[in-house]
């Protein structure tokens, strides 16, 4: 009840924890003293909490937001796979070979525009000569405001950014 009508619930249990702040203020201040004298002769740190957030916690913001109407199905959706992505390891989330769409380094950009295109992803493996020799990521969005005419000319090696080689076993 108090999840779905927070205003009115909060509204309610106002007053009456306004009451009890007003109790428990003394012995708030009495203990913060104590707390930092003793800290003073022990050389202990004044702050015991942690600002860590834990992932049932995420997951719990994300149920609300949701619930609230604040966050749709597939952003809750994508936000979920996010914390279980890194649980992963690179293996789990690679393409297989046979899967992967790739361009040559031959080739212009306009051709790997449309295997960017055909393929429906904005990044592409860069190749030289075979697969198995990768050296870069050809990133159609780095076009952006590029002329298009200069297409023609320009071959894809020209444009490729370096690729980032991580071992299979590293956790995403």
């Not at 003073?40 to 997951?59: F, K, L, N, Q, V």
């Amino acid at each position: 009840y108090a999840v779905e009508n927070t205003e009115l619930h909060a509204r309610r249990v106002a007053r009456g924890l306004k009451i009890v702040e007003k109790v428990l203020w003394p012995p708030i201040i009495l203990f913060y003293y104590l707390t930092g004298i003793v800290n003073r002769i022990t050389g202990g740190s004044a702050s015991i909490e942690s600002t860590h957030i834990t992932r049932d916690e995420i997951r719990n913001v994300i149920k609300t937001g949701e619930r609230e109407g604040i966050i749709d199905e597939e952003e809750r959706q994508m936000l979920q796979r996010i914390l279980r992505f890194t649980d992963a390891s690179a293996k789990e989330v690679m393409t297989p070979r046979l899967d992967m769409a790739a361009v040559s380094t031959d080739a212009t950009v306009g051709e790997a525009i449309e295997t960017c295109i055909q393929s429906g992803h904005a990044r592409l493996p860069a190749y030289e000569s075979s697969l198995d020799n990768v050296i870069g990521i050809f990133d159609i969005r780095n076009l952006e405001g590029s002329n298009s005419d200069s297409f023609t000319d320009l071959k894809v090696e020209d444009v490729v950014n370096p690729t980032l080689h991580v071992p299979e076993s590293k956790n995403v």
